[in-house]
């Protein structure tokens, strides 16, 4: 009887070990295959939904190949990762994926590459052409019928998400977009707009947490990086940013409910030519939000207009201002080892809600200057605390614990 046991155990085993390497085998699905032409006019939209389907259809890993040439995508993508047997879905681009050159074919449909509901997905390689010139000369001429374009490519509601070394160029609006995610790494990604470009921005994070962007290279004409509402535990280093609007926490304060952000980091990056270094801003509106834990540290500032600010009196275009206080509270910023030039006589700038002050704001050796002279800061609402060097002179409200 043991026996029977035994043995019923062992080809118990048995089987589980065959099914399961049978799972864990690499499926591979080539979108040409598939029956997209590259360098051609024909759409090829439909073969990688078809990959996308096969692979996530297949139990254990699957890779998806987009081999080199340049792929029309003609209408948006959805890859819906609801329902999927895999394990993990590698897409692999070693062509380019080029979005129509007519703004009209897209109009406001959202996103060009858009991954929904995935989990374990990494997409490596390749160019993402956006073809945006068209439709940025529409938005720039002031007419009022330009479509608000598409990003390029997001991330929504997806876990365990890599993206690796992709090339993202001349975005419609957004570049990429993570929003309502967990666990993500970009890494080694170039993203390259002109400076005239609007609204796109480079990397914009929201309602998500433990997102890490490393080491890419951002020229854009909006936000190199924007982070939303909701967003935690988020760390950024080793970015290059210029032309470009910095890297911005918000615009926070546009809905009346929004969503805390907690724990950011931006380290060892460096700012050229941009609007903005680090910027925290807030339209003026009596939101609940609220912005704290935020490290900025050993970042360096190549004729920046406005190295470190904070505004919570957001209001771009300066028309239909809300005009009210900022509810948006803003607490513990520390700002570290930040230095080079301001292309502003203020370099620091903290403009703060008259409601709720800004607080435990420290700066930590800043050596910030204007034309080789010295800069200034402006404080209003603000308190906090300096340590080391403060170059220029903090207009802080001292509160040393
Ligand atoms: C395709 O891209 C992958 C990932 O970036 C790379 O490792 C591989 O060498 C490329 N293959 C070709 C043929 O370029
Ligand atoms: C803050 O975020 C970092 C990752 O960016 C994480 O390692 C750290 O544990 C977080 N800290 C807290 C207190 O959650």
Not at 164 to 191: A, E, F, K, P, W
Not at 326 to 354: L, M, N
Request: proline share 3%; glycine share 8%; hydrophobic share 30%.
């Amino acid at each position: 009887m043991k026996n029977i046991i035994a043995i019923t155990i062992l080809i118990i085993l048995n089987l589980t070990i065959v099914s399961a390497s049978n799972d864990d085998r690499n499926n591979y699905y080539d979108i040409v295959t598939l029956g997209a032409k590259p360098n051609s006019k024909s759409d090829s939209s439909k073969a990688l939904k078809m990959a996308w389907d096969m692979a996530c259809d297949s139990p254990g890993q699957s890779t998806i190949n987009i081999p080199e040439g340049r792929f029309n995508i003609r209408k948006p993508l959805k890859l819906d990762g609801k329902g999927c047997l895999s394990s993990r879905i590698d897409v692999i681009i070693n062509g380019t994926i080029v979005a129509p050159s007519d703004f009209h074919v897209l109009q406001d449909s959202g996103t060009l590459v858009l991954f929904h509901d995935v989990d374990g997905v990494t997409v490596t390689g390749g160019l993402f052409d956006g073809r945006g010139a068209k439709l940025w000369a529409c938005k720039r001429s002031g007419n009022d019928d330009c479509p608000r374009g598409v990003t390029t490519l997001a991330f929504r509601n997806s876990r365990n998400i890599e993206i690796n070394g992709i090339t993202s160029l001349d975005s419609q609006l957004y570049h990429i977009v993570i929003s309502g995610s967990q666990n993500v790494r970009v890494q080694g990604v170039t993203i390259s707009a002109s400076g005239q470009s609007p609204n796109t921005d480079g990397i914009h994070v929201q309602s998500s947490t433990d997102v890490t962007i490393l080491s890419s290279d951002i020229a854009t004409g909006d936000d190199c990086i924007s982070i939303g509402q909701g967003t935690r535990n988020l760390w950024i280093q080793d970015i290059t940013c210029g032309p470009g609007h910095g890297i911005s926490i918000g615009s926070l304060g546009k809905d009346l409910h929004e969503s805390r952000v907690q724990n950011v980091t931006v380290i060892t990056s460096t700012f050229t030519n941009t609007e903005n270094g680090v910027r925290i801003k807030s339209w003026g509106r009596p939101s609940d939000g609220s912005v704290s834990n935020v490290l900025f540290q050993h970042l360096t500032m190549e004729n920046v207009r406005n190295p470190i600010i904070i505004d919570q009196k957001y209001c771009p275009s300066h028309k239909d201002c809300p005009g009210d206080v900022s509810g948006i509270r803003v607490s513990d910023v520390t700002y570290e080892d930040i230095h080079g030039s301001s292309a502003t006589p203020i370099a620091v700038k903290f403009d703060c809600s008259s409601k709720h002050y800004c607080s435990g704001i420290k700066l930590h050796d800043i050596h910030l200057t204007h034309k080789n002279k010295r800069a200034s800061a402006f404080c209003s609402n603000c308190e906090g605390s300096t340590y080391g060097v403060v170059q220029p002179k903090s207009c802080l409200i001292e509160v040393n614990n």
